[in-house]
């Protein structure tokens, strides 16, 4: 079975004036469907980066990078647009949810952008804030909320419209361990749900037992890939952490 | 996503309030300007629509309604014999004093004469008395703001029955009526026009216009135009003697120079702060627009969104500004401020703020435009 997630050769580069800076110098990696496939590494080594390509908002400059069977390098922008709003579910660092919207209407945007009616929308935004636990919140505004309660809204807008790849930038940065731990079950799928993928970037070894696997990045390349077992051992985490 | 645009944008009530301030301030500056152009334009033809007839026979050099050039008597005659002419009458209007009774204090005046068997031109707006009483001898009909001007004081405005002096003569009041006012505050007294060559400055031709009307079935332009081919005169329809007074004002006045100004600051403000407060807006929403792009919102949609801000921001805006700028005017007393609040006005306000807010998009869509996805995954 191919893999989700096949990414070959990849490097990209930032000019800044006469300056080019290579931030990724060749990712080779491949992530199966379903996996929950965690990227570390320190500040500066091209995670972010790579996640940006790998979900489209980015484009490299060389290298495969074939998402859900789609060749992103040679979509258009508009494809690659509609490709983000059909399969991918975000979850950003700092929430990103929309101040002015109540929660129920930030839940339903990734409906809204697949063309679905606001009623219907709304109605699958309320399911899924039930589902995160945040039924009593649904028409409050996100400001109202704690953090990891933020998180958990963020949550249920990734996954509202079912989406096959869940792309996490440190999701868990902002919260404490029991919400962040929290937080990182949510997007594991359950028995009823589509199979997807999530990948998560992080610094954060508490969450580290989350990952099926584990990629450590270090100055723009793909260091090592280590299973579960092998990371928890590599980096001294109990299980139950 | 429209409703999703529209919650971004009431969301936040203050951003809103100033969004639509600077809208509804930039309307109320151009509105206002343009409203006193139409109201100084109207006040050069205030005469016309206070003394109301289908043609206006003047003679050839006469560009506008208050250039009296008089005409000879001779003339009232020509006209009457040119077909289609139903009926001609004499016409008087000019400058003079009135004098106010008891003080010896002079007041300038615009006295109209008027044919005595026709009363042909008479002020229709009558507030007291009865215009019939013109064939009364020494009679005379004043409207409101000589009411004011000649009364003993504020409080107590000169009434029916009263007396005052024109040219050392005896005028008594037998009607009061409702005028527009016309330029430099002109105010009207009507008496007949044999009445008016006693009441007016002495000259040897005082027929200034002759009044004239079609027969039943000839339009007013064929027969002013008749007019003109038999008799060498100038003769205008109403609507054309107020389009030639309006015209002589713009090319011989500097007012549409200075509302001119007033209408682009009006315009100028409104760019600079509905457009600038506007793209504030969009900039302080870069985050959440990028996450939107980000979860597969394309430019385009991006791009409605911010128009559809944009419009509600100036509808809003133009409605209210129209709004108070409309209910001011109607606290003001009528006829007394240079202020018209036409449709034309109504119309221009709109094309100039829909500008704005094409401008204030357009700067709103740049900036949606150039929003990187890829900034939500920066910290």
């Known amino acids: ?241 | 996503m429209t409703d999703v645009a529209v919650q971004m944008l009431y969301g936040d009530r203050s951003k809103y309030m100033l969004l639509i301030s600077g809208v509804c301030f930039s309307t109320v500056l151009m509105a206002q300007g343009l409203a006193m152009f139409f109201g100084i334009l109207s006040f050069s033809y205030a005469t016309l629509e206070n003394a109301r007839a289908p043609i206006w026979v003047v003679d050839p050099k006469v560009e506008q309604i208050a250039d009296n050039q008089p005409l000879k008597d001779t003339d009232v005659d020509r006209v009457r014999s040119v077909a289609g002419v139903a009926w001609a009458v004499p016409f008087y209007t000019g400058q003079t004093q009135a004098r106010v009774l008891g003080s010896g204090q002079t007041k300038p005046i615009t006295l109209v004469g008027l044919d005595s068997a026709t009363l042909a031109g008479a002020p229709t707006r009558v507030v007291k008395g009865s215009v019939l009483d013109l064939r009364q001898s020494q009679s005379v009909v004043i409207d409101e703001e000589v009411a004011a001007r000649l009364g003993p004081d504020h409080e107590h405005p000169l009434d029916v029955g009263d007396v005052f002096e024109m040219n050392d003569q005896r005028a008594e009041v037998i009607a009061i009526v409702k005028t527009k006012q016309g330029q430099g505050g002109a105010a009207y007294v009507f008496t007949t026009f044999d009445r008016a060559r006693h009441y007016g400055f002495s000259q040897r031709k005082m027929t200034t216009h002759v009044l004239a009307g079609p027969q039943k079935g000839l339009t007013d332009e064929s027969v002013a135009n008749s007019i003109m081919a038999e008799t060498g005169l100038r003769a205008y329809t109403e609507a054309n003697f107020k389009k030639a007074s309006s015209d002589w004002m713009i090319y011989n006045s500097p007012i549409p120079f200075v509302v001119g100004l007033i209408v682009g600051i009006g315009f100028m403000v409104g760019v600079i702060v509905a457009g600038q407060t506007f793209y504030n807006f969009v900039l302080e929403n870069t985050r959440y627009l990028g996450a939107l792009k980000a979860m597969g919102a394309s430019n385009f949609r991006l791009a409605r969104m911010t128009v559809l801000q944009a419009s509600l921001v100036g509808a809003t805006g133009y409605c209210i500004g129209m709004g108070l700028l409309s209910l001011f005017f109607r606290s003001l007393p009528e006829g007394k401020a240079p202020l018209l609040l036409r449709w034309e006005v109504a119309v221009l306000v709109f094309a100039a703020v829909f500008l704005i807010i094409v401008i204030a998009s357009m700067m709103g869509i740049r900036r949606v435009s150039s929003i990187d996805a890829a900034i939500v995954f920066r910290s």
Request: net charge neutral; with cysteine; hydrophobic share 40%.
């Open chain 1, 1 to 241: 079975m191919s893999p989700d997630i096949h990414l070959h050769g990849l490097k990209k580069s930032f000019r800044s004036g006469d300056v080019i800076t290579p931030v990724l110098k060749g990712i080779d990696l491949d992530v199966s469907c379903g996996e929950m496939f965690f990227i570390v590494g320190p500040s500066g080594c091209g995670k972010t980066t790579l996640i940006s390509i790998l979900c489209g908002t980015l484009s490299a400059d060389s290298g495969e990078v074939m998402v859900l069977g789609h060749d992103l390098r040679s979509l258009s922008q508009n494809r690659v647009t509609e490709f983000r709003a059909q399969n991918v579910g975000f979850v950003f660092q700092q929430f990103n949810l929309i101040p002015t919207l109540t929660n129920c209407e930030n839940v339903a945007i990734p409906l809204r952008l697949q063309g679905k009616s606001a009623r219907e929308s709304r109605q699958a935004a309320a399911l899924m804030l039930e589902r995160v636990g945040l039924a009593e919140k649904i028409n409050e505004r996100p400001n109202k909320l704690s953090g990891g309660q933020q998180q958990r809204v963020a949550i249920a807008r990734a996954l509202v419209h079912q989406p096959a790849l869940i792309v996490c930038d440190e999701p868990t940065s902002a919260l404490d361990s029991e919400t962040g731990s929290q937080v990182m079950e949510l997007l594991r799928p359950q028995s009823q749900d589509k199979p997807r993928t999530v990948i998560v970037v992080t610094h954060d070894p508490r969450i580290y037992h989350h990952a099926d696997r584990i990629a450590e990045m270090e100055d723009g390349v793909v260091r090592r890939t280590l299973s579960q077992a092998e990371a928890l051992r590599t980096f001294g985490i109990s299980p139950q952490t």
